[in-house]
């Protein structure tokens, strides 16, 4: 059974870093794309960023361009989003999905249930 | 960068009756649509993929059909668990992938 867990939630000040972390289980990781989407408080989903099977490339949402970036460890079955100059407005739930592909461009098939980062002072 | 607009924003609909939601995509998309269903405090559940494939497990009175930018997402007998929040997405060969702002399904 496919399981994605994501951790590293937290709360932060305005202008700050946090890294988020997602594990996989269940599958054969190196296949598959892996994607970030968050969802502000009573708000609809957002894509943030996705990555390739093999880490080669890597996009992302206007919103959070050059200030998050998104890795992987294939060899721990682990993705990872780095965000810094955090602002309020990246206040979400931020969730990691399984990609039913090798690239981002593909449907998510699998969610995790998300982790709450809320930007405040 | 597509924008996709899903209408309406609530639907108000009586069990055993059919729901009809639109995703409407401001450029072509092919066939590279999803729709996904999302119920309060869950993650989002994959339901349609390639504008018109059901994924695994999900039930037969949930279809969808459209090609280029006009998606319908049909609920036929809709059913107590499946009143919740519908979101359309694309997938079509370039980053970003927006949803559109979602659909809530809402009992009558």
């Known amino acids: 059974e496919v399981q994605v867990v994501e951790s590293g939630g937290a709360l932060v000040q305005p202008g700050g870093s946090l890294r988020l972390s997602c594990a996989a289980s269940?599958?054969?990781?190196?296949?598959?794309?892996m994607t970030w989407v968050r969802q502000a408080p009573g708000k609809g989903l957002e894509w943030v960023s996705g990555?390739?099977?093999?880490?080669?490339?890597?996009h992302y949402a206007d919103s959070v361009q050059g200030r998050f970036t998104t890795s992987r460890d294939n060899s721990k079955n682990m993705v990872y989003l780095q965000m810094s100059s955090l602002r309020a407005e990246d206040t979400a739930v931020y969730y990691c999905?399984?990609?039913?592909?090798?690239?981002?461009?593909?449907?998510?098939?699998?969610w995790g249930q998300g982790t709450l980062v809320t930007v405040s002072s | 960068e597509i924008v996709m607009t899903q209408s309406p924003a609530t639907l108000s609909v009586s069990p055993g009756e059919r729901a009809t939601l639109s995703c409407r995509a401001s450029?072509?998309?092919?066939?590279?649509l999803a729709w996904y269903q999302q119920k309060p405090g869950q993650a989002p559940r994959l339901l349609i993929y390639?504008?018109?494939v059901r994924a695994t497990g999900v039930p037969a009175r949930f279809s969808g059909s459209g090609f280029g930018t006009e998606f319908t997402l049909t609920i036929t007998s809709l059913q107590s668990e499946d009143f919740a929040v519908y979101y359309c997405q694309h997938y079509d060969t370039w980053p970003p992938f927006p949803f559109g702002q979602g659909t809530k399904v809402e009992i009558k």
């Open positions: 269940g599958l054969t990781f190196h296949n598959f794309a």
């Open positions: 990555i390739s099977s093999l880490g080669m490339t890597a």
């Open positions: 390639g504008a018109s």
């Open positions: 450029q072509s998309v092919n066939t590279y």
């Open positions: 999905a399984r990609t039913l592909g090798a690239l981002p461009s593909a449907p998510l098939d699998f």
